[in-house]
Structure formats: structure tokens, C-alpha cells
């Protein structure tokens, strides 16, 4: 930690996590937005914005099919294009996102742009 935070600095770190950030609130975007899919924690009567904005770093959702969740993780992950871990939420499987890549691009283009979860997620949504 030392030894980035003297390379990038400050404000080297303060870009590097408003890149974690928008890039994990454009994939939450794309999550809130697809019929297969629900963004955790789900806010009644909440807009999209609201949803977006309190996410971070961390994506949970599930599949709206109770049946087809338990198949979500691994179909994600089958990709070799993205990885997500298994959590519980209130008792039912889900799918947790962690953004935590130096890498990321805040942009949607590019092998590190969010644009690449929005694939895997469009694809594999469609299978559900």
C-alpha cells in the first residue's frame, strides 16, 4: 500500500476509486435496467438513480427466476469474461460484483470498460 500510495499519490488514489465506482454504478445501471435480473438491496418506490447511487465497488443482484439464480454464478463465470462470487441475500442465492481492478475504465469501450460486463450480462440473461 506504502509503495503505491507514494507512486500515485493522492490524487492518483482519488481517480482510481471514482473509476471503481463508476464503473460498478454503469454495471448496476445495466443490471437495474435488465428483465432477467434485480438489483440488491431492492428500495421500494425507488428510481433508478437511487439504486444506482448507492452503489460503490460491490454489484449484488440475483435472477429474477428463483430456479434459474442458482445457475447465475456459474453461467457469469463460464464466460471467462467476468467473475462473481456466491452470497445470500435475505435467504435466497445471489451474485455479488466486486470492482476492485486497477485496470477498470470508467468508459464503456475497451477490454476494460464496463461495456464487457454489459455483454456477459446481456448474453447470459438471455439464457435465464
Same mark, same amino acid.
Given at each position: 500500500?506504502?509503495?503505491?500510495?507514494?507512486?500515485?499519490?493522492?490524487?492518483?488514489?482519488?481517480?482510481?476509486?471514482?473509476?471503481?465506482?463508476?464503473?460498478?454504478?454503469?454495471?448496476?445501471?445495466?443490471?437495474?435496467?435488465?428483465?432477467?435480473?434485480?438489483?440488491?438491496?431492492?428500495? #421500494?418506490?425507488?428510481? #433508478? #438513480?437511487?439504486?444506482?447511487?448507492?452503489?460503490?465497488?460491490?454489484?449484488?443482484?440475483?435472477?429474477?427466476? #428463483?430456479?434459474?439464480?442458482?445457475?447465475?454464478?456459474?453461467?457469469?463465470?463460464?464466460?471467462?469474461?467476468?467473475?462473481?462470487?456466491?452470497?445470500?441475500?435475505?435467504?435466497?442465492?445471489?451474485?455479488?460484483? %466486486?470492482?476492485?481492478?486497477?485496470?477498470?475504465? %470508467?468508459?464503456?469501450?475497451?477490454?476494460?470498460?464496463?461495456?464487457?460486463?454489459?455483454?456477459?450480462?446481456?448474453?447470459?440473461?438471455?439464457?435465464?
Amino acid at each position: 500500500m506504502y509503495a503505491t500510495l507514494a507512486a500515485y499519490g493522492a490524487s492518483g488514489y482519488k481517480s482510481l476509486i471514482r473509476r471503481l465506482i463508476m464503473h460498478a454504478r454503469e454495471i448496476a445501471r445495466v443490471v437495474y435496467r435488465h428483465p432477467a435480473y434485480e438489483l440488491l438491496p431492492v428500495e #421500494e418506490g425507488g428510481t #433508478e #438513480e437511487s439504486a444506482v447511487n448507492n452503489v460503490f465497488m460491490v454489484v449484488l443482484f440475483r435472477a429474477r427466476d #428463483e430456479w434459474q439464480n442458482q445457475l447465475l454464478r456459474e453461467r457469469i463465470n463460464d464466460t471467462g469474461k467476468m467473475y462473481v462470487s456466491a452470497t445470500m441475500w435475505e435467504g435466497m442465492p445471489a451474485v455479488r460484483c %466486486a470492482v476492485g481492478n486497477w485496470r477498470v475504465a %470508467a468508459e464503456k469501450k475497451g477490454s476494460e470498460g464496463w461495456g464487457v460486463v454489459e455483454e456477459v450480462l446481456q448474453l447470459v440473461g438471455g439464457m435465464l
